[in-house]
Structure formats: C-alpha cells, structure tokens
C-alpha cells in the first residue's frame, strides 16, 4: 500500500507547553496559579481543537454585502465560524476584563496574556479587536470622561458575550499610518454634538460596537498636534450603519478572517474623549496595549509554529529514522526553540511591568522601563515572527508550501506583526522617543545587570555579559549621537533598538 503521511497534532496547548507553564509557576503565587489554571486549561484545549476543525473545512473568509435585494444599501458584513466561536471564549473567559480586574493584583496582566497567547491562533485574529478594545478601556480610563467610562467600560469587561463590546482604532488614513499628521477626516461641533466626515483607509474590525478615531476639529491648525480624539458607536440599537459607509474589505496576505475595511464617514455622531486637540497623546496609551498585545501574538504564533513541527518531526521518517532522531533537524528546532523561549521570557517579563504599573506598585525605574522595553519588545518579535514562521514551514518541507497543510497560513499571518501598530522603523524611532526621559539609559543598564547577576549557569551568564557589553557599546553611540546631529541618531534607531 502507499505510505502516507500522518499530519500534524496538537494536543492541550496550556497542558503541553512547558515554558508557559515554567514561567507561571515562576512568578505567581500558588492560589493565583490555582485559581486561574481552569481557564487555561480549558483555552489549551479549544486551540487544539480549533486547529483539528479548521483543518477539515475551506478556508473560509469575511463578506461584505453593500446592498440588498430590493435596492437598500445595508454594509452587511458575514464573519467566520472561528469568530463566532471566538467572540463566546473570548468574553466568558474575560480575555479583556482579566487585565483590568483587580482580584490578582499585579498579576493581572501576567492572568490575561497567558490567556491570550492560548487564545491568538484559535481566535484567527479574533485577538486584534480584543486588543483595541483592551486599549480603548485603558485610553478612556485614563481621560476622566465619566460618562464615557459609565457607558463604555461594563460592556468592555463584561463576560456576558451578548453584553460583551469591542472597540476599532481608526487611524491610518490615505496620507499615512506611521505619519497621521496629514489626517484629512475632521470633526464639527452643533448643538453640542460632535459630527465626523473623511475616509479611514485601515479600519479591522469595522463591524466593532465602537471606536476610537482621530479627526480634526474645524478651525484646528494643520499637523498632529492639533487632531483631537473621539468615540463613536458606529451602529445604532438596530445594527444600521450611523453615518459610516463600508467601501470595501481588504484583499490582505494574511490575517484574512479579520475584517479589514476603507470606510467613509459622513457625519457620523461622535463624543469628544478628552481635549480639543493633542489626540496623538491621548490615544498613545492605546498604542503601547496593544504592541504588547502584538508581542503576545507574534509569541503564538512561534509558539505555534515550533509545536506543530516538533510532533510532524517525531511522524515523518528520513534517512532510515524519525526526522527528530537526525541531529541536524534537532538542532535546527533547538535553534528555533531557542529564539522562541528569548522572546518568551522578555515579553512575558513586559506583562509583568505593565501589572505592576498598572496596579501602582511598579517603582518608578519600572515605569520608565516598561515605556523603554514596550516598542524593543513589539519590534522583535515581530521580526522573530516571521524567522521562525518560514522555518516552521520548511520544516515539513513541501507540505509546509500548501496551503491545505494550514502550515503557509502562519508565515502570511506573522507578516503583519511588524507592520501594524507602528512598523519597525516607527517603534525603533519610539524607543529613542522614550530614551530622552532623564535615566533612561541607566534604567536599561541596571536591568540587564539584575538579568546578568540572576544567571544560573556559566553559560548564560557569559550569554547576559556578551549581551551587556553590547549594550554599552550601543548606548555609548546613543550618547554621542544624541550629541549628534539628529539625522545620524535616526538612521542608527534600529540597531540600537
Ligand atoms: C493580534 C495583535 C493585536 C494588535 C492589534 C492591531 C490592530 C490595529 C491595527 C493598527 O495598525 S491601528 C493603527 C496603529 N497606528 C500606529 O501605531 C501609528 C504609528 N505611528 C506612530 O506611532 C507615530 O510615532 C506617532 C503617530 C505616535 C507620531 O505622532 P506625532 O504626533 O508625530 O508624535 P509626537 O509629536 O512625537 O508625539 C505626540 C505625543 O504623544 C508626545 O507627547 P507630548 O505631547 O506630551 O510631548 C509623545 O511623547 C506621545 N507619544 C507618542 N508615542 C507614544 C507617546 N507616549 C507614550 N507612548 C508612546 N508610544
Ligand atoms: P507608511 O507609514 O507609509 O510606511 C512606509 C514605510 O516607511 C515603512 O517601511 C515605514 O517603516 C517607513 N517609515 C515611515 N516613517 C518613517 C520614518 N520617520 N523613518 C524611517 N522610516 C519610516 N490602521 C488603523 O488605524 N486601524 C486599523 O484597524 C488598522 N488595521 C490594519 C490591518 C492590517 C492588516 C494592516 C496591514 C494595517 C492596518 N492598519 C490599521 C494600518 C497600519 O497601522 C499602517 O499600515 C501602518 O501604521 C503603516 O502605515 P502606512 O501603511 O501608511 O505606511
């Protein structure tokens, strides 16, 4: 009979990952571990099953309905199964509310990331509106505006899906996405009712319950300082569109259960969220959620990728043996394990700082530090993403090429990563933002030294003081750099991130 490969399993993917695990029992207090452990078992075993689901059906993707049957324009927009699956885990297990909730104290980020790095592959991007909506809690928390708060934050962290909301960011216009200073959309006042019109060219999620937007308040200067930032409920309690046009769905490389639509806005209804202008500053603290969300995913999908190739290593036989017995292929996912467990202890080591932070325990060299490290850890794992992403699929070499296998998916999905959210130029860019604060190079210095003094081998110690020396290296060209001209500061931003 002809020989024919077995493909890939996943088994519990809370249960089966020994660094996820390792780490937890590292840094949280046994009753915590305990009393969040349910829910990771239980996302562990919905992303395996997801996996095994999708597997047995087409690809399936988002349509866009512009006008019914009898003439009405409607901008109905049909999601996926996966998200419909996805939208009921996501708000019973409270993968927005946990990061917020106060019954973990400063372990609530490290709570609601585990979940979330479970959840990302399963979800297909389900994660991306949950990560804006995460953003938006954290933007309109930090505004004051109390009816915004009172209307907006319950449905945000509920855990009832029917209850459950979730937020756009509606940005990037035409002009740019990295540079927002062109933004053409912009904002009237009458009667005390603010009106937004323009055309947002990146908008995921669309079909969102609401969404933070940048926009222009008439009589406002030109450039970014002087865009102010709203919220809208782009729907009404019937579902009709308030004002907002879908023009159509993005044809993307990956990311292809996610929505993704150019829109116009035609007055529709807006409330202002803070001040009249300085939009870029109010609506920064939603950037730095949701890079941290980014990092999280991008750390998925590694994860995801070395998973399925460690198990089709222990089914494919070469040579006379099982492909994991070839010591070249073992080093090869040694390799990529490697990197995956590097990106592993820094990001998760940034949800760490942002729980301490968050729940005002995080000293103040913490605060500048999770500022510092959120762009560097955003920005490389981004790139990381998409390094292991293409050997995950050589590894199953030509199988790892079609797209039935489900494996090619992970490489076109890692892709964005380094893309949305700020690219890596923008982030490297920001770092050196972040680096101006008074201390800030002393903050870096002072923890890599706890990381080199903590090494429990002679071998990663030499590791941490190779990776010190660098950074010495690095922040001596920084400093004279600064000293520079600007120009030459920024053409080195991405080495020294
Ligand atoms: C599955 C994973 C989930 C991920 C979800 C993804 C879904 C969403 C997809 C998207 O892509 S949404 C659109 C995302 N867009 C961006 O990320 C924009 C990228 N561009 C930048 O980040 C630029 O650096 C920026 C627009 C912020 C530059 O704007 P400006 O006005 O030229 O910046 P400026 O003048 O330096 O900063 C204005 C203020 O904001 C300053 O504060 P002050 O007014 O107090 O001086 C800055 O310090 C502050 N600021 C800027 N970036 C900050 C920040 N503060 C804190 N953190 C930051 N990151
Ligand atoms: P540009 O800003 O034109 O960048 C082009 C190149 O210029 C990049 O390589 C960049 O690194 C480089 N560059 C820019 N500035 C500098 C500089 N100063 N120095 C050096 N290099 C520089 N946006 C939203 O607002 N909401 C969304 O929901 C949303 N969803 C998205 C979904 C997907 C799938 C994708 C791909 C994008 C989405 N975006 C969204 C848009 C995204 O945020 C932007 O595409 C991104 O910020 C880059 O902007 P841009 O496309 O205008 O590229």
């Not at 915004?148 to 209850?163: C, G, K, N, T, W």
Request: glycine letters at 6%; charged letters at 20%.
């Amino acid at each position: 009979m002809t020989f024919v490969q077995a493909p890939p399993q996943l088994g519990n993917q809370y249960q089966d990952d020994d660094v996820l695990r390792g780490f937890l029992r590292r840094v949280l207090p046994m009753a915590t571990l305990a009393a969040i452990e349910n829910d990771l078992v239980t996302i562990g075993d919905y992303a395996a099953q997801a996996w095994a689901l999708a597997r047995q059906r087409s690809a399936i993707e988002p349509t866009l309905m512009t006008w019914d049957a009898w003439g009405q324009r409607v901008d109905r927009i049909e999601l996926t199964p996966a998200w419909h699956d996805a939208k009921i885990i996501a708000a019973r297990h409270g993968l927005v509310a946990a990061g917020h909730d106060s019954t973990h104290g400063e372990h609530a980020r490290v709570h609601q990331f585990a979940m979330v790095y479970l959840f990302h592959n399963a979800s297909e991007f389900y994660s991306c509106p949950l990560a804006m909506t995460d953003g938006a809690a954290t933007v309109i928390k930090a505004s004051a505006n109390t009816y915004l708060i009172e209307r907006a934050l319950p449905h945000y962290f509920s855990r009832d899906p029917a209850q459950h909301w979730i937020s756009g960011q509606w940005m990037t216009e035409t002009s740019g996405g990295s540079d927002i200073g062109g933004t053409e959309t912009s904002a009237h006042e009458i009667d005390a009712q603010w009106h937004l019109s323009g055309r947002k060219w990146f908008t995921s999620a669309v079909h969102a319950n609401t969404a933070l937007v940048l926009a222009r308040p008439a009589g406002n200067a030109d450039g970014a300082d002087s865009l102010a930032l709203f919220y809208i409920e782009p729907r009404d309690a019937d579902g009709h569109w308030r004002g907002i046009e879908i023009d159509k769905l993005k044809h993307k490389l990956g990311t292809r259960e996610l929505p993704t639509a150019e829109i116009h806005l035609h007055d529709a209804p807006a409330i202002l969220v803070g001040e009249k202008r300085n939009g870029v500053r109010a609506v920064a603290p939603m950037l730095n959620v949701t890079r941290t969300w980014n990092a999280i995913c991008a750390l998925a999908t590694m994860r995801r990728g070395i998973a399925l190739a460690r198990d089709y290593a222990q089914r494919r036989n070469v040579f006379g043996r099982a492909l994991i017995e070839q010591p070249l292929h073992r080093d090869t996912l040694a390799g990529m394990q490697a990197e995956f467990e590097a990106c592993f202890q820094l990001t998760f080591f940034l949800t760490e700082l942002l729980g301490r932070v968050q729940a005002n325990v995080g000293k103040p060299d913490e605060v500048l530090l999770l500022r510092l490290l959120t762009p560097i850890v955003k920005l490389w794992t981004g790139k990381q993403a998409v390094t292991i992403a293409s050997e995950a699929c050589e590894c199953f070499g030509g199988a790892g090429y079609l797209e039935d296998s489900g494996i090619p998916q992970l490489l076109r999905d890692a892709q964005v990563f380094s893309i949305w959210e700020g690219t890596s130029n923008v982030l490297a860019l920001d770092f050196l933002r972040a680096l101006q604060a008074p201390e800030s190079l002393r903050v870096l210095l002072d923890a890599q030294q706890r990381w080199l003094d903590a090494s429990i081998s002679d071998e990663l110690a030499d590791c941490a003081r190779e990776a010190r020396n660098t950074m010495i290296k690095n922040t001596d060209s920084i400093r004279e750099s600064q000293q520079g001209s600007r120009e030459n500061l920024e053409a080195g931003a991405r080495r020294a991130a």
